[in-house]
């Protein structure tokens, strides 16, 4: 499990970073594309030819709303992948709130383009955002026009929260997928978990050829009964002669290797720290956190004015929630990569989180470890 940076500017492209955008590579060997600002197909290309991405293995785009630096790439993404794709690739699944399916249908639709494998779109009905300005209640922000798509495989789906708040979406194999609103002033926003189901750990082969020797067993039933039983919770394993093995014996370390979860959010404002119960749950336990930091402290007021996060706000988010690895990204362009940036950004964090952190570039790559990390102590508030 790897994640791809493609663009980690906020608003706008800088000379050195484009906007939001970035893959998540699942053990399957199977791409997860979430946020396709402007030029998200062309730092794709860059990637492939790198042998980092591969736009065949794609089938999943995910949004977390429809500002432009997040979304202005997706018709252009959806026809590269579609040039992409085998002809026995399923329809391209898209995910976002209300509102995805009207951009991508008229842009679709105006530009009469065609695609080989079409596609579906799944829409998240967020509760309404407040503060819309100019935009409240534009009807046309979420309608989509009534004539689907050619290749539009099925009529846009709009899913419901469950009584939790968050939304559940089964559409990826051996790995789970789940939203949650976020708070981002006058547009609804949302995040994203990808976690991978949980896998039997390391069995003992040593002592399964025992058991069987000694019991008149088979060691390779031995071996297949222990993983089956780390799955279904069951503690012990009767062999061949009618006496039984404690499961827990049976393996080295943990029986249950738990799977990694990665979260992606969407621009949210967390100040110091705060967020709802949803994106609580969401956030819990990750392997490892992507939060945006729009603005460095010294703009905090700023930075909540426009619905945005510090990198303080994200690290106590961090903290709270058990994350091993925080990413930053969403940089202002008004911020250079160099040592003062650097320096600003890291003694932010560091004073909320101990674990690893990642202040990302275009084309960095991190890789998700398969045994969580042992978090040192943060460091005491000043």
């Avoid at 492939?48 to 089938?59: D, E, G, H, L, W």
């Avoid at 750990?201 to 058991?211: L, N, P, V």
């Avoid at 362009?333 to 989180?353: E, I, K, L």
Wanted: glycine fraction near 8%; hydrophobic fraction near 40%; include cysteine.
């Amino acid at each position: 499990m790897e994640l791809l940076f493609l663009g980690t500017s906020a608003g706008a492209p800088s000379a050195s970073r484009n906007v939001q955008s970035c893959a998540v590579r699942l053990e399957s060997g199977e791409y997860v594309v979430v946020d396709c600002g402007e030029g998200t197909q062309q730092q794709l290309l860059k990637a492939s030819r790198a042998k980092s991405f591969r736009p065949s293995r794609t089938n999943l785009i995910l949004v977390t709303h429809l500002h432009g630096d997040h979304s202005f790439g997706l018709p252009g993404l959806v026809v590269y992948l579609d040039n992409a794709a085998t002809e026995k690739a399923p329809p391209l699944q898209i995910v976002g709130p209300v509102g995805v399916a009207a951009f991508l249908r008229t842009a679709l639709i105006l530009s009469r383009t065609e695609l080989k494998r079409g596609y579906r779109v799944t829409e998240l009905a967020t509760p309404a955002p407040t503060g819309g300005g100019a935009y409240e209640g534009a009807a046309l922000c979420t309608t989509a026009p009534p004539v689907l798509h050619p290749d539009e495989r099925a009529v846009s789906e709009v899913l419901a929260p469950n009584d939790d708040g968050m939304f559940a979406l089964e559409l990826l194999t051996g790995c789970s997928l789940t939203a949650a609103p976020l708070a981002h002033g006058s547009i609804a926003c949302v995040g994203y978990r990808l976690q991978e189901a949980d896998a039997p750990g390391s069995i003992d082969a040593q002592r399964a050829a025992a058991e069987a020797e000694r019991a008149g067993d088979d060691a390779r039933r031995i071996c297949r009964a222990l993983r089956e039983c780390s799955l279904n919770n069951t503690e012990r394993l009767t062999l061949a002669d009618g006496s039984e093995l404690s499961v827990a014996d049976g393996f080295v370390g943990a029986v249950t290797r738990r799977g990694r979860a990665v979260v992606v959010l969407g621009d949210c404002c967390h100040a110091g720290g705060v967020c709802s119960d949803a994106t609580r749950r969401l956030v819990e336990d990750a392997d490892v956190l992507v939060h945006e930091a729009t603005l460095d402290d010294a703009f905090a007021a700023l930075a909540l004015e426009r619905g945005h996060s510090t990198p303080a706000d994200a690290a106590r988010v961090a903290a709270r929630a058990g994350t091993s690895h925080l990413v930053l990204w969403h940089f202002s362009p008004r911020y250079r990569n160099d040592d003062a940036f650097r320096t600003t950004f890291t003694d932010a964090v560091r004073a909320h989180f101990g674990g690893a952190l990642t202040l990302a570039l275009d084309f960095d790559r991190v890789a998700v470890p398969r045994e969580k990390k042992v978090l040192p102590p943060a460091a005491p508030p000043p």
